[in-house]
């Protein structure tokens, strides 16, 4: 029998349930242990070396002990969980060999058992960096490609608006935006990064919404004719705004609500029966529901990537301890680009 | 030259704008004029004798200064105009003789002079009562087909709830989804009008609205597993109640929101998160965007009616003068199906 090696592992536990309001550092705990590198045989487990994990909004909602949502609640004393890219360093799964790239959910931590290699997914493309398998090629990747092109469905000329236009999602939103032909705008919380949206993500125009008394003229200014698509990230006060602002046959494909609190029932929404009067529809989407276009999704952004007609910016925090850091950034704004925490 | 008859002519004018409020039938007042029976030559006018009109609550835009809506608003001192049956007096249009059926858009009055024959339609099918025109072969009757068939896009066995039930378009929507094999459960106003929803209707169930003190609660104990389709006639409230059971792609087709005052954003809706969570679309549409199925939909309801399929309830208000009182009555909900007046 091989030698059986202890090592250090390192998590990011769920310290106590949140309420309503935004989590904060101190709702997650690190903690340290022992974990030894050894499988038992027949169980089709998979010991994997987290090299990038993935802060996503999402997880906010499994901080709380409701089961509101889609996934159930995170438990008190036991490591958070999210996507991630990681290398087997034990299997006993048939598809999984030691060496490999997989990506798929992980716990927050150095070492991971994946029970059964559920839900894990060999990495072919290993000549992109390996993040990108959480970011363009993962989560944010495929939602923006569903939502923009089944959900928003856009036709060359459209004018396009993107709310949390400098995100993970909002970014390629725009650029696809681009590439269909379309004039497109964003929304982002800091002059700098306005500025990213124009300079390197193609948006034809930007604006900082926390300047702007007034978001309605502030759509109006950009948009005089109307809105032909919103790609909604935040929600609240900005989707009042877009409704006041759309163009007959208007789509709204509503993504996120991020400004939201967490409460159940959210900010009460004005204009509603815009919707009537320009025949307009709002829906709804889950990323979730478009995993069979993960084949074509992979082809057209990598071959976008090789083509550089596509880019993808991260924001990287380096180290399992700075986790809970680099999520609550993302939820107070501060990332730029996609947030990845590089173990 | 003929003889000119000059006859005593009756109009519902508007005698002020509304602001946001409810209008009331004060801000309507009857004028009596004498009209002469003549046309001149080489105009396509026709002069008409309306025989039944069409109180629409969309007519409430109308009678506000703003031009917020799809039309115009309507000239204080001048007659209030709307949806007609009437018969043809002198026409100088090829299109139309003495003694035919015409319907379209009139002006409140019993005797008026349609300018080209501007957007007048002759009337066939002369086999169902006349008021037919303009209830079931007419807008509210087009409006519960396209916004049913076409927006709802229903499926065998699902679950449907229907506001406004046992209106001039609710009553249609309810008998629409069980011919296509649905369940649905309808809401109204009083007592009186959810027995007709049973009795006489063919819907499975229904409340009123008005006893029930947590509308969301109301929906879970009709709706345990949740509504596949919501026809939205009333908004607020109501469709805050609905977006918390909702089930996984459920569709809403925005045909109004009648609860809503007039100001131009109306009441803050929550719970609109969960067209993420449950994947759902909420979808606003205009009628008149489905003109072309103007044939297919007039073949539908005939054959329908012939074979006692379908049903069509009025509220009939006799005489011109009781104009005003039988659209405030309708704005009130007092209305027991198709609000009409027969002059
Ligand atoms: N439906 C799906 O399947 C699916 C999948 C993935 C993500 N999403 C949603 O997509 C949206 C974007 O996610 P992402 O991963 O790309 O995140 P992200 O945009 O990279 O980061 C979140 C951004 O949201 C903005 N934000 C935070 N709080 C806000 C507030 N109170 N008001 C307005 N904006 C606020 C911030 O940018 P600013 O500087 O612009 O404020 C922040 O940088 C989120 O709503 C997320 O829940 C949905
Ligand atoms: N999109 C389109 O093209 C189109 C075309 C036609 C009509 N519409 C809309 O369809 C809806 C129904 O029109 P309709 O012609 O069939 O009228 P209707 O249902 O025959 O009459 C209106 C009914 O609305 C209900 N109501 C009135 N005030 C209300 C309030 N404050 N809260 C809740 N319910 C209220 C009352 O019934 P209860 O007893 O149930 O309260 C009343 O009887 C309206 O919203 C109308 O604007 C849209």
């Known amino acids: 029998m091989a030698e059986e090696i202890a090592v250090e592992n390192i998590s990011v536990c769920l310290r106590r349930y949140i309420k309503d309001q935004q989590p904060v550092e101190s709702d997650m705990e690190i903690v340290k242990s022992e974990v030894t590198l050894r499988l038992s045989e ?92 959480i970011g ?3 989560l944010p990747g495929l939602t923006a490609y569903a939502g923009f092109f089944e959900v928003c469905k856009p036709k060359k000329g459209e004018q396009v608006f993107v709310s949390a236009a400098s995100g993970a999602v909002g970014q390629l939103v725009g650029q696809l935006a681009k590439l269909a032909g379309c004039r497109v705008v964003g929304s982002a919380g800091t002059d700098e990064k306005v500025e990213l949206l124009m300079t390197r993500l193609g ?21 005089p004719e109307g809105i032909d698509i919103y790609f909604e990230n935040v929600g ?70 090789k083509e550089k007609k596509i880019i993808f910016i991260e924001d990287v925090v380096d180290g399992i301890e700075n986790a809970p850091h680099a999520f609550i950034r993302l939820l107070q704004g501060k990332n730029i680009g996609k947030q990845i925490v590089h173990l």
């Open 236 to 305: 609240g006060k900005m989707l009042e705004a877009v409704l006041d602002n759309l163009k007959v046959h208007a789509r709204i494909a509503v993504c996120g609500m991020i400004s939201q609190n967490l409460s159940e029932h959210g900010e009460g929404i004005r204009n509603l029966s815009q919707l009537i009067v320009k025949r307009a529809k709002m829906q709804g989407f889950l990323m979730t529901d478009y995993l069979h276009l993960q084949e074509e999704f992979t082809k057209f952004m990598l071959s976008h990537l």
């Open 136 to 138: 363009i090629l993962g």
């Open 203 to 223: 948006y034809d125009d930007g604006f900082n919404y926390k300047k702007e008394a007034n978001l309605s003229e502030a759509l109006k200014r950009y948009f």
């Open 42 to 133: 027949g169980t089709q487990d998979v010991l994997v070396q987290n090299l990038y994990l993935s802060p996503d909004p999402y997880m906010r909602n499994r901080m709380r002990e409701i089961f509101t949502s889609y996934l159930p609640p995170f438990e008190p004393g036991k490591p958070i969980a999210g996507f991630g890219v990681a290398k087997v360093i034990l299997s006993d799964h048939p598809d999984f060999q030691i060496g490999d790239i997989v990506t798929g959910i992980v716990s927050w931590e150095k070492y991971s058992v994946i029970k059964g290699g559920l839900g894990l997914r060999n990495v072919s493309h290993i000549d992109v960096p390996l993040s990108f398998h």
